[in-house]
T-cell receptor, first 111, second 115 residues
Framework: SQQGEEDPQALSIQEGENATMNCSYK?????LQWYRQNSGRGLVHLIL?????REKHSGRLRVTLDTSKKSSSLLITASRAADTASYFC???????????FGKGNQVVVIP | DAGVIQSPRHEVTEMGQEVTLRCKPI?????LFWYRQTMMRGLELLIY????????DSGMPEDRFSAKMPNASFSTLKIQPSEPRDSAVYFC?????????????FGPGTRLTVT
């Protein structure tokens, strides 16, 4: 089954810097999504990119998708302390509603 | 809307006891998902429902786990008998429409500890 795999696993940056996370997957997808999880909380949907899209923006978030390399990246610009969280990518295949999650990136933004 | 509601938020039980986790999805959502999250295995999909009907239960670990959705506003995940290896955070999520195009909405989770 397809599964996102984020890289790097942990990232520590200063407030105001940009944070970039990568995700790779193995099989064809319908769409790819990024979620954020704050400590002790449920996951929150951030952004979705469809398989026929290459780039998408939402506020300070920018996601790219390269289906030829089966990879995606999430960029958070001008990071804030409140962005400290774990970030997960998840893929959805065709004909099903399963989200296959990666192991997550821990991002720490230092004020 | 209050979002996805889960209860209890924390559950501590002894090995061998029955555990029932509850979920109320967002009104109008037609898909409901149960996940388990551990440090070792990450986030695993256990089962999901569409219009109250179980569609894929391939992630259910074994016969000790069962899930029901008697109506559009309520679902349960039951573990009987519970074992220490079942200790994890269990999430319920709901979504609208095929393909998760609107994303999934997660509840706050139930932290289960089996001693």
């Amino acid at each position: 089954s397809q599964q996102g795999e984020e890289d790097p696993q942990a990232l520590s940056i200063q407030e105001g810097e940009n944070a970039t996370m990568n995700c790779s997957y193995k099989t064809s997808i319908n769409n790819l999504q990024w979620y954020r999880q704050n400590s002790g909380r449920g996951l929150v949907h951030l952004i979705l990119i469809r398989s026929n899209e290459r780039e998408k923006h939402s506020g300070r978030l920018r996601v790219t998708l390269d289906t030829s390399k089966k990879s995606s990246s999430l960029l958070i610009t001008a990071s804030r302390a409140a962005d400290t969280a774990s970030y997960f990518c998840a893929t959805v295949g065709y004909g099903n509603n399963r989200l296959a999650f990666g192991k997550g990136n821990q991002v720490v933004v230092i004020p | 809307d209050a979002g996805v509601i889960q209860s209890p938020r924390h559950e501590v039980t002894e090995m061998g006891q029955e555990v029932t986790l509850r979920c109320k999805p967002i009104s109008g959502h037609d898909y409901l998902f149960w996940y388990r999250q551990t440090m070792m295995r990450g986030l695993e999909l256990l089962i999901y429902f569409n219009n109250n009907v179980p569609i894929d239960d391939s992630g259910m670990p074994e016969d000790r786990f069962s899930a029901k959705m008697p109506n559009a506003s309520f679902s349960t995940l039951k573990i009987q008998p519970s074992e220490p290896r079942d200790s994890a955070v269990y999430f319920c999520a709901s979504s609208l429409g095929q393909g998760n195009l609107g994303g999934q909405y997660f509840g706050p989770g139930t932290r289960l500890t089996v001693t």
